[in-house]
């Protein structure tokens, strides 16, 4: 039998508009699946939200996070209501950090306890985009020559000892911000005996670290500052969601959306800046 000559453009045809057909039908399905307050969760139409226990200031207020006080809690109330759940509809557990980040299945949907996101976590688990990227900070103690620094000049001015861990990012900060000879110290531990006993006047680490030394473990302790964009190498912290979420690429739009209409840095401002005790020296 003869071959149309219409036969081969016809069949090409047919073939981009199957192509057309299955690219529309995916877009469709994956929409679907991110649909307002519809996502394949723990529990059908609740969304359960994990932190740590106790979870601790300035990212949970008095160890309450469904009150929605804190830079955590608040941050997992906005995707929630980014994803369609109301309040009501937001259920809190608690985990230990190392046991959420282990293999295997979850009782939540999502978990915020400051998980850096690392190559070697996701083998395991999944990682939204980033909703925080730690900047480096200086605890100090009231008192001390620089417990009352407004900028970076001021602390340059000051000329104060900094102490800073070898090989972090911290030490470089004191160098390359300051322009200071650190101290330097074989770890964090040493560092802070030397802040408890004033051999140096300022501990140079990364914001998280620096409320937890100044609110439990340096006597009179504070921050006197932090360095906008100082860990920009950082990959930031993500939620973690377990290992081929169906729902990970809905909770990464979620994020993406709270930081593009200024919802984030909102969180950010209110909880971990001026009002946290914990100023931006510029």
Do not use: H
Not at 23 to 51: P, Y
Not at 188 to 200: D, E, G, H, P, Y
Request: a neutral charge; aromatic letters at 8%.
């Amino acid at each position: 039998m003869k071959k149309s000559k219409y036969l081969i453009p016809l069949v090409a045809l047919a073939l981009v508009l199957t192509g057309c057909s299955s690219s529309k039908d995916s877009k469709s399905s994956s929409a679907a699946k991110c649909e307002a307050g519809k996502l394949q969760t723990v529990d059908a139409g609740v969304l359960t939200v994990a932190t740590g226990e106790p979870a601790y200031y300035p990212w949970v207020i008095d160890d309450k996070p469904e009150s929605g006080q804190g830079f955590e809690a608040a941050v997992a109330y906005a995707v929630a209501k980014q994803l369609g759940y109301e309040a009501a509809n937001v259920k809190w557990v608690r985990t230990t950090f190392d046991g959420a980040i282990a293999p295997g299945a979850k009782n939540f949907d999502f978990n915020l306890q400051q998980y850096d996101i690392t190559d070697e976590r996701k083998a395991v688990v999944d990682f939204s985009s980033s909703y925080y990227k730690s900047n480096q900070a200086i605890v100090t103690f009231k008192g001390s020559k620089i417990a009352a620094v407004k900028s970076i000049a001021d602390v340059k001015a000051a000329k104060p000892k900094l102490g800073a861990a070898v090989s972090t990012t911290s030490l470089d900060i004191v160098e390359s911000t300051f322009g200071l000879k650190p101290q330097v110290f074989n770890d964090n531990a040493a560092a802070v005996s030397a802040l408890k006993n004033k051999q140096i006047d300022g501990l140079v680490v990364d914001l998280p670290t620096a409320f937890y030394l100044s609110g439990v473990e340096i006597p009179n302790g504070l921050i006197a500052g932090q360095i906008a964009g100082s860990d920009a190498a950082s990959a930031g912290f993500g939620l973690l969601l377990s290992k081929d979420n169906a729902n990970t690429a809905c909770v990464t739009a979620a994020v993406d959306a709270i930081r593009a209409d200024g919802t984030l840095q909102a969180i950010t401002d209110k909880w971990l800046a001026a009002d946290a005790g914990a100023p931006v020296l510029k």
